[in-house]
């Protein structure tokens, strides 16, 4: 969730951007002509410069992060996925003077894979992914991802697409919508939100971000709305994860990154809610583990880890950052290096 707008522009500040730089430079970073990792990484653009490393920024966002990597190394490549057309033109614009050392493609993050085969880059050295919903989705009244605004019930990513947030509550059966908003929510009160939008789409369809919001505020019992902040906010989260298939997209791109990235390759994943750093933390697990069979005296090579984590458990942002950067407060860091080719 890159926060903010452009820096030139309404001050934009990528999140964790130090860390992210200091986690990623060694797989970039190049020496006698390679990179750090001594494999020969494809460019995307240019075939003729097999050593230039690549960097994927998988949720390009406005581009905070990618315009700081590119800055810190001059040889790197960049290839820069999302599905928001409107990020895409942005981060455009705000990289254009690194020429062709960067390639957009408007692409959600589990198509990596054919992307990448595409542009016939067969790996990339460094991945990151800067998961959730970016400042300008949310600042943009009419993308209607805000409680905040009264805007159409849309929360659509990429406005190409036609499944909307309106779809969703005025179409979808009640114990769906329970289900939704409980799994992807963390809502204790999905029932009764679930029922209460039955009766209101019955009445009339909902189609705006306001009248949602009081009819959720209404569904749960006061005594429960005096503490936590807006109580729409887990429905509206819900909705956004539906609406867009966030945590299935996830399952499927972060092992699909991993794949790509060499011996000496890094992948750092920024997240913000409990459930997709969840699924990080699983995944990342699984590559770090030894699963040499537990009866046997020795590990086995062919099952020793194929990554390292470089984060001891989710990292943090700093007081600091979350002071003058509130919507930083949620995110959590992990990071890993591969260490060992695939068998």
Not at 263 to 282: A, F, N, P
Not at 293 to 302: G, R, S, Y
């Amino acid at each position: 969730m890159d926060v903010g707008d452009h820096a030139a522009e309404a001050g934009h500040v990528p999140v964790m951007l130090d860390r992210v730089l200091e986690l990623l430079a060694p797989a970039v970073q190049v020496t006698g002509g390679g990179a750090a990792s001594g494999r020969d990484p494809v460019s995307a653009r240019d075939p003729g410069s097999a050593r230039d490393p690549v960097y994927v920024d998988a949720t390009l966002g406005m581009g905070g992060h990618a315009e700081a990597m590119l800055e810190a190394h001059p040889q790197l490549r960049l290839i820069g996925l999302d599905r928001d057309t409107t990020a895409l033109d942005r981060s455009a614009a705000r990289l254009a003077r690194f020429g062709d050392r960067v390639t957009l493609e408007h692409a959600v993050y589990d198509e990596l894979p054919g992307v990448l085969e595409r542009l016939g880059v067969a790996e990339v050295d460094a991945v990151l992914f800067d998961l959730g919903v970016s400042s300008p989705q949310l600042d943009e009244a009419d993308r209607g991802f805000a409680y905040s605004y009264d805007a159409p019930l849309d929360m659509r990513m990429d406005r190409t697409q036609s499944l909307t947030a309106a779809d969703v509550v005025n179409g979808y059966p009640a114990a769906e919508l329970a289900r939704i908003l409980r799994e992807y929510g963390e809502e204790r009160f999905a029932q009764r939100i679930a029922s209460a939008i039955l009766r209101e789409r019955e009445r009339e369809p909902l189609d705006s971000t306001r009248r949602l919001a009081d009819l959720v505020r209404t569904s749960i019992p006061a005594a429960t709305r005096r503490t936590g902040g807006n109580p729409a906010k887990r429905t509206f989260q819900a909705l956004r994860i539906e609406v867009n298939g966030e945590l299935e997209t996830w399952r499927r791109a972060l092992p699909a990154a991993l794949d790509a990235l060499p011996v000496g390759g890094r992948i750092v994943v920024l997240s913000y809610h409990s459930l997709e750093d969840r699924i990080t933390k699983q995944v990342l697990a699984q590559q770090s583990a030894d699963t040499t069979p537990p009866d046997l005296p020795v590990p086995l090579p062919e099952h020793q880890p194929r990554f390292r984590l470089l984060t001891r458990g989710a990292e943090l942002p700093s007081d600091e950052e979350t002071t003058t950067n509130p919507r930083a407060g949620s995110v959590r860091m992990r990071a890993a290096e591969r260490v060992r080719e695939a068998t």
